[in-house]
């Protein structure tokens, strides 16, 4: 009899025990249900919000190229206007109004430069920008480069250097989009240097890359802002800088222009001791076709 009431006892609670558990499962199985609906309400809720955020981007893309492109008309004209009272085509200036002339010129100037950059990061943001590289010679884009800041050097007190490439070979790139970076570093080398030099020089880094830096005896760069002088329309705190407008947009543009060509940017600066800017890329960029004889 005892054994028989064990029996019963131990059936009733085995009998608890899976249901227990089957309730369990079901509590379980019912929090999974709920987590995944939430789940899948988060993907979807993220899903809309990327879809959002990609039609922004290409509202902002397609308003900065079209305001860049109506923007040029006007700036233009003003620059003529300004350049033929500059000429004396109308007759002679007095010393201040030659200076208000020179100030609405470097300011047209300054203003078609930013328009060029919007217009370039718009075209890098919307994927329209083309790479077309060619074979060329490192001398010659130097000497371009040369003739480019031969006119706009005025400063006395700043020389401007290309050392000469040595041993170096034919590169496979976009020159114009290198030649545009180089631009950049170079313009603002000599915008914040008021004594010594700006140097450009290109070296072999390793076998498949080169180095082109530009080297400036200017204020320097603080370590903390390093990273930041890559964002958009990002400015050095300093005296000089609020002294010397800029559109915060020529580094930001020469980093995407680098990465663009498969490399990237450095910067080496110390605050009072100057500055190195540099743009390391690959020696060919994309299928190379045979080189053409010299």
Do not use: C
């Not at 995407?256 to 990237?264: M, T, V």
């Not at 190195?276 to 004889?293: D, H």
């Amino acid at each position: 009899m005892t054994s028989a009431s064990d029996a019963l006892i131990g059936s009733d609670e085995t009998v608890a025990l899976l249901a227990a558990a089957r309730l369990e499962s079901d509590e379980l199985r019912a929090e999974l249900e709920e987590t995944n609906r939430g789940v899948v309400a988060l993907y979807a809720e993220l899903d809309a919000q990327a879809e959002q955020l990609k039609r922004a981007t290409e509202l902002k893309s397609r308003f900065l190229a079209y305001m860049s492109h109506e923007f040029r008309t006007p700036v233009n004209a003003i620059r003529s206007i300004a350049r033929l009272l500059s000429d004396r085509v109308d007759g002679p200036l007095t010393e201040e109004q030659a200076k208000q002339v020179d100030f609405i010129q470097s300011t047209a100037t300054e203003f078609a430069e930013m328009v060029d950059d919007l217009l370039d990061l718009a075209k890098i943001e919307a994927g329209r920008v083309d790479i077309s590289p060619a074979w060329f010679e490192m001398v010659d884009l130097f000497s371009a480069l040369r003739g480019m800041f031969k006119s706009v050097l005025i400063n006395p007190g700043v020389t401007l250097v290309f050392e000469e490439p040595v041993g170096l070979p034919r590169l496979y790139t976009d020159d114009r989009k290198l030649s545009q970076i180089l631009r950049n570093f170079i313009s603002n080398a000599l915008k914040f240097t008021t004594q010594g030099e700006v140097r450009v020089v290109a070296r072999r880094q390793d076998a498949d890359r080169v180095q082109f830096s530009v080297i400036d005896t200017g204020i320097g760069i603080e370590p903390k802002f390093h990273a930041a002088v890559f964002d958009d329309f990002s400015q050095v705190d300093s005296p000089v800088q609020k002294r010397l407008r800029g559109t915060g947009l020529g580094l930001s543009l020469s980093k995407q222009l680098a990465e663009l060509l498969g490399g990237h940017v450095e910067l080496e600066s110390e605050l009072g001791k100057g500055s190195q800017f540099s743009v390391v890329l690959p020696l060919r960029v994309g299928p190379v076709p045979t080189p053409e004889s010299p």
